[in-house]
Structures are given as C-alpha cells and as structure tokens.
C-alpha cells in the first residue's frame, strides 16, 4: 500500500536533548512538508521541500532542521535550541497532480519531560 | 488577523440535523481552497476540494464566494461519525509551476453529533 509512515508514534525526551522525527512515503511524490499542531490550533509549517537535496524553511523553522537526501525520506530534527518543542507532529507529501491533495502520515506526538 | 479564520465551535448537533460551517481567508488572490477532517489525534484527510462552481459529495456540499473571500461546508442528515474537526484549508498559489504546494490552515471547527 502506498502512504506515509512517522515514526514513532509517542516520543518523550528530556529538556536539552536533540530528537529525530522519521517520514518516508512511498508515492513519489516531489514534495514533502513538516508541521506542527498545537491544542486547539491549526497546522503551522516547519520545514518543506520541493525535491531532493533542497528544501526551505517555513513559518516556524527556528529551532528545527530537516535533510532530503532521498526522495522518500525527509527527517525532522528538533534542537535543544526549539524553547517549546512538545506538540503533535505531522509529516506530509504533496501530489501536484488532479487533485492537488497533501497527503498526511499519522504524525509523531512529541513531549518534552 | 489569521490569515484562514474559522469559528473553533464546538458545534453540538443532534443526528439528523443539518449543520454549516463557515471560514473566512483573508488574501484575495488565493487560488485553491479545501476542507480537511481530523479526528482526535489523528492526521487531518481530505474530505473535498471547493470550487467556484461549488461542488457536492453525498451529504457534503462545499461554496466559496470570492467576492467575500468565505468557504463554506454544509453537512446534511448528520451521522454520528461526522464528530471530527474540520480544518478549512487554503493555497495561495495555484495550480501553475510555481506552486509550493504550501497550505494555509485555519485552527478548526469541531463537530459534536450527538444520538
């Protein structure tokens, strides 16, 4: 089946520490974005990328980095340096195509201890 | 001013009823406009893009008037299943070649049905 897989699920580190958040798709898509959700509020974008070995930062980038070294992959760093980093996390591919639909992975809930 | 405004609701509707939700995006030259569902806790999917023409899916019918700039979703004979939240989503570019893709999202609006 084709999609989008975060992982993992539920992720707890401790104040100071760095964490990687995984997103693969296997859809070929080009495209490929990351966001944050907060209780009660939108989606607010992080990082994206247009195609392999470039991508741009979005609304909300400081204290976040994020490589494209294969299509299928785009890793999420957060940084000791992010001052609010718990919250829910959502990796998502976008078909240019018919539709122009994003595609979502079921996303990484991240709390900092 | 948020750039996608929405009424976050909760909006409390008995099976059956009827309900609309409106949003409201403030770039004129925004081009393509959706509605997303999330569940709780889960990623948000796409349940319809909305066109000028306006467009209907089933119970779902989706309006945009752009003289306005508001969206709207009116959700018909409501099922229980229909509680979610229901993100109004906006692109600014369109579809030409330069188009990011990137999606402006409004916070939500929950939907309660109840029995």
């Known amino acids: 089946d084709g999609g989008i897989t975060q992982s993992p699920k539920y992720l707890f580190r401790k104040e100071g520490q760095n964490v990687t958040l995984s997103c693969e798709q296997n859809l070929n898509h080009d495209a490929m974005y990351w966001y944050r959700q907060d209780p009660g509020q939108g989606l607010r974008l992080i990082y994206y990328?247009?195609?392999?070995?470039?991508?741009q930062k979005g609304d909300i980038a400081e204290g976040y980095s994020v490589s494209r070294e294969k299509k299928e992959s785009f890793p999420l760093t957060v940084t000791s340096a992010q001052k609010n980093p718990t919250a829910f996390y959502l990796c998502?591919?976008?078909?240019?195509?018919?539709?122009?639909?994003?595609?979502f992975g079921p996303g990484t809930r991240l709390t900092v201890l | 001013r948020k750039e996608v405004e929405q009424d976050p609701g909760p909006f409390n509707v008995p099976e059956g009823a009827t309900v609309a939700f409106n949003c409201t995006y403030s770039n004129s030259a925004s081009q393509s406009f959706f509605w997303y569902r999330q569940d709780c806790r889960k990623e948000p999917k796409l349940l319809m893009s909305v066109y000028s023409s306006g467009n209907e899916d089933g119970r779902f019918t989706a309006q945009l008037n752009r003289a306005s700039q508001y969206i709207s979703l009116l959700i018909r004979d409501s099922k229980l299943s229909d509680s979610a939240t229901y993100l109004c989503?906006?692109?600014?570019?369109?579809?030409?070649?330069?188009?990011?893709?990137?999606?402006?999202f409004g916070q939500g609006t929950t939907l309660q049905v109840k029995p």
């Open positions: 989503v906006v692109n600014n570019l369109g579809h030409g070649s330069s188009n990011t893709g990137k999606l402006i």
């Open positions: 990328s247009q195609i392999v070995n470039d991508f």
């Open positions: 998502a591919s976008w078909d240019r195509g018919q539709h122009n639909e994003q595609f």
